[in-house]
């Protein structure tokens, strides 16, 4: 066998192998252990007044969102609500220290929710699965009796930050910010840094996340970007690209974190801070 041959069997091998595990390597629906089994509710960190709600999407998959309602109706109206979407691993429970923050400290409504496959929701991770669960959340927020008549701020770190970008290219007229965390171009892109053995096979990749495609759409809305410059995971320059394509009218602002890694950005000193002037400045007083 030639070197040419043993070249091309080698490639026909590794996109084999891509194609049949790249959604085991994207989605970690199962990390931590029981993530699957247990998510937290909103009571275990103090907020007691929240539903636990059912979505049925287009597709038929059954999906959980918590929702939490700051007060009153009269009072919930007049602020902010928050759409929030984790990152590869875990489920919305994990997420609840930072719903805390936007729900007690900002005084924001939030709807946060655990993607198919994950948490206690029903379905398998796909791409196109995820994209359809972000619109189903985003339409029940748009028919909400309260919400539909709040500015919705879409957050999300790191896989969420490409739900979120994706969603919100599509949906600029429903949504009033977007705030990104250690996301990423592309999962074409992501992939010969997560894992260089692979990168030869990026052209195989069927689930796309092409956030720096997304993210010229966004004409509009004020965006943030929250990066940690000690990330590993996901290379700080992804981050830095996408704010350089992103050319809206709403403005937009790249706030870096010299220690934050992949994991611990969102406890990086400053951040909420960044959040709520954002907010403050960008939302809520315009």
């Not at 009072?75 to 928050?82: G, S």
């Not at 500015?151 to 739900?163: E, F, M, N, R």
Request: with cysteine.
């Amino acid at each position: 066998m030639n070197s040419i041959t043993k070249y091309c069997k080698f490639l026909a091998e590794g996109a084999k192998f891509l194609g049949s595990f790249q959604c085991n390597i994207i989605y970690l629906p199962n990390y931590p252990e029981g993530s699957r089994q247990e998510v937290s509710e909103p009571l275990d960190y103090g907020m007691p007044h929240y539903e636990d709600i059912t979505l049925t999407t287009k597709d038929n998959v059954k999906i959980r969102i918590y929702v939490l309602q700051l007060g009153d109706n009269i009072t919930a109206r007049t602020r902010p609500t928050i759409l929030s979407f984790h990152g590869n691993a875990g489920n919305m429970g994990h997420c609840l220290p930072i719903t805390k923050q936007f729900y007690r400290n900002f005084k924001c409504n939030v709807v946060m929710l655990s993607y198919r496959g994950y948490g206690l929701s029903e379905g398998t991770p796909s791409e196109k699965g995820l994209r359809i669960d972000a619109q189903t959340v985003l339409d029940y927020i748009a028919k909400h009796d309260v919400f539909r008549h709040t500015k919705v701020i879409v957050y999300g770190q790191s896989l969420g930050g490409a739900v979120a970008i994706d969603l919100v290219s599509r949906n600029e007229d429903k949504v009033a910010g977007l705030i990104v965390e250690n996301t990423f171009l592309s999962i074409p892109k992501l992939l010969p840094h997560v894992i260089p053995q692979l990168r030869h096979f990026s052209f195989c990749c069927t689930q796309k996340w092409d956030s720096e495609k997304s993210i010229q759409l966004i004409k509009r809305i004020p965006v943030l970007f929250l990066s940690g410059d000690a990330d590993r995971l996901i290379p700080q320059q992804h981050v830095k690209q996408l704010y350089n394509l992103v050319k809206s009218e709403g403005g937009k602002k790249l706030k870096q974190f010299p220690y934050g890694s992949h994991q611990d950005t969102v406890s990086q000193e400053g951040y909420f801070e960044e959040i709520d002037e954002f907010l403050l400045t960008k939302v809520v007083d315009q």
